[in-house]
């Protein structure tokens, strides 16, 4: 079977704020991306994401829309945007949007509209209660702490948003709002843009009645994400879509699904469901939570390589020949992978970020690339509060530490400290000039001190570098059919310290061996009967020795 082109490309996501400042207000914007795209094609990516660049009042950096046709003033105009669009394309990049549909912002005009009267035309584009017992009509909390529901004195109902109050969940039932979704998707595919990352998809389909939650001992609200994640008619919405939008266009299409399965991902991305092409899952970034189910995400243990191995696995072999996988260790959310994931010590982090890349990019499905994974960017390593931007950081603290009163304060600070999204939001590193290069004015976030040493600049100047090297496993995919399409083999499930795996297709094989521990270790896989070592983080390749954070491909 020929591979379709969104299965053979490689994407690059970028954070439109912190990429490029092109005019000194010291927020990245249009113009700034549009002047490194020689970068990014450098790299050898085919595909760029764009965080939502709408109008927004940015309470969650634009996942809160205000206008879906109208580009945020700070990145520019919708001319800056056509004319990033067309130099995509001359240079062979194609751009996916983020399409936020579960939510608007309260300031979109449909909002401020449904919220003036019960009987306004706008009114059921929304999700709006009575009270319960004089409380919110239900025990949910939101993703971004406090309940998931805000009390309006104007018409004297309470409504929904599972992010911040700033982010008014929409009305999947209606009929209405899902003809405005197919129309914004239309506006933007019709102006050539080559698909869409969709947020949190998998929850516009709420539960009949809006029943409670489960509530954790000792929880003040109860849990949403489990009854509202992949909903009764999620499936028919998406059915919807495709026939409505994509069965019409060449585009690419991955939704975003926090709790996910497998079987359940085989229904959205089934090779014959006229849904999606692929979906962005949870498992492996949600490791290691929290005992405490209150704090959820909020902890600082390491991942245990058994369960990396078992998370990723499951979804390689559930899918294999039946969907298509997303692959990725960063993206805005998550904390830097060579942080989290393996050994952001000096003498470790290049041959560590190396590896991560290896143990990915040779797995089925498309790889996604934050901006800096290419670099080994690490965690800024946070020690107080007043460092952070993100809402749900802060109002995590809030609540935890100063309403709950469940984790101390340095507690917390770890936590944050190891998990927090501001981890992946600091300014792209380009130089070692003042602010890394990325604005002549005063950054809008800090960058991470480590700039002077991490940065595009000393990258390109050295062959040996992670770019490189990412550049060569992007450049092995593309002309490889095998590590597109082969099939995926697991190799020694509970081994803690290397992780290996083989990949099959059309009587060739490859083997691939990370070790994700900072000591030697001897592993034997048949490897002195191959063709060629396709690539390794080390200059040499000592046979059944694996050193630290070693990691190596051969051919077969
Ligand atoms: O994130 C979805 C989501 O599940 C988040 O709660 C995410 O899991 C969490 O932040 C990880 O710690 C999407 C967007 O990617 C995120 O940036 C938005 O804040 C969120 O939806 C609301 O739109
Ligand atoms: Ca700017």
Redesign the pocket.
């Known amino acids: 079977m020929d591979a379709k082109w969104w299965q053979k490309a490689v994407v690059y996501q970028v954070y439109p704020q912190s990429y490029q400042d092109s005019n000194g207000d010291g927020i990245g914007d249009l113009a700034g991306l549009t002047q490194r795209l020689p970068y990014i094609k450098k790299l050898g990516a085919d595909v760029i994401w764009l ?1 939502p660049i709408y109008e927004s009042p940015n309470k ?2 634009g ?2 829309i205000a206008n879906y046709r109208k580009i945020q003033t700070a990145y520019g105009t919708m001319a800056d945007f056509d004319h990033l669009l067309q130099r995509a394309h001359e240079l062979g990049l194609k751009i996916l949007m983020d399409l ?1 549909v ?2 608007t912002s309260d300031q979109n005009d449909w909002f401020q509209e449904s919220k003036k009267a019960k009987d306004n035309k706008y009114r059921d584009y929304y999700i709006w209660r009575d009270a319960k017992d004089g409380k919110e009509p239900n025990n949910w909390g939101s ?2 702490s406090g309940p998931a529901w805000t009390f309006d004195p104007t018409t004297q109902q309470y409504y929904l948003h599972l ?1 911040a109050p700033g ?1 008014p969940d929409l009305n999947w039932e209606n009929p209405v709002v899902r003809n405005a979704v197919w129309d914004i998707m239309r506006f933007w595919l019709n102006k050539g843009v080559d698909g869409f990352r969709m ?2 998809i998998n929850l516009i389909s709420k539960p009949e009645g809006l029943p409670d939650g489960q509530k954790s001992k000792g929880a003040v609200y109860g849990d949403a994400s489990s009854i509202v994640a992949d909903g009764a008619r999620l499936n028919e919405f998406l059915q919807e879509m495709n026939k409505q939008v994509i069965s019409k266009y060449d585009m690419m299409t991955v939704g ?1 699904m ?1 709790s996910s399965t497998p079987q359940d991902a085989i229904k959205y991305t089934g090779l014959q469901a006229k849904e999606l092409n692929m979906v962005f899952q ?1 498992e492996h ?1 949600g490791l290691a939570g929290n005992p405490d189910p209150r704090l959820g ?1 909020w902890h600082d243990q390491p991942v245990k390589l058994v369960d990396l191995k078992h998370a990723l696995s499951r979804w390689q072999t559930a899918l294999d020949g039946k969907g298509w996988n997303s692959l990725y260790w960063n ?4 904390p830097r992978a060579v942080s989290r994931f393996a050994n952001d010590q000096p003498q470790y982090r290049v041959k560590a970020a190396k590896m991560l890349g290896t143990t990915l990019h040779m797995m089925q499905g498309t790889p996604y690339i934050f901006e800096g994974e290419e670099l080994g960017e690490t965690n800024v390593h946070y020690t107080k509060l007043s460092q952070y931007e993100d809402l ?1 950081s802060l109002n995590a603290y809030e609540e935890f530490v100063n309403k709950e009163k469940i984790v101390d304060s340095q507690t917390m600070l770890n936590y944050l400290s190891h ?1 927090s ?1 501001d981890n992946a939001r600091t300014p792209m590193q380009w130089d070692d000039s003042a602010h890394a290069g990325f604005t002549k004015g005063q950054p809008w976030f800090a960058v991470n001190p480590n700039y002077t040493e991490i940065n595009v600049k000393n990258a390109l100047a050295d062959p040996d570098s992670v770019f490189y090297y990412y550049q060569k496993l992007i450049a092995l995919r593309h002309s490889h059919e095998l590590i597109v399409l082969g099939n995926y083999e697991e190799l020694d499930a509970d081994d803690a310290e290397v992780f290996a795996y083989k990949r099959h297709y059309q009587g060739q094989m490859l083997l691939v061996m990370s070790n994700f521990t900072d000591h030697d270790v001897k592993r034997d896989y048949g490897q002195d009967q191959a063709k060629q070592l396709l690539i390794g983080n080390y200059a040499d390749d000592q046979g059944t020795t694996l050193r630290p954070y070693e990691s190596k491909v051969y051919f077969f």
């Open positions: 965080n969650d950096n996942y809160d936020v579960n939510h993703f971004f992010f982010q947020d949190v975003e926090p949870f970034v995400k993206n805005h959310d998550q749900e998990m999204r």
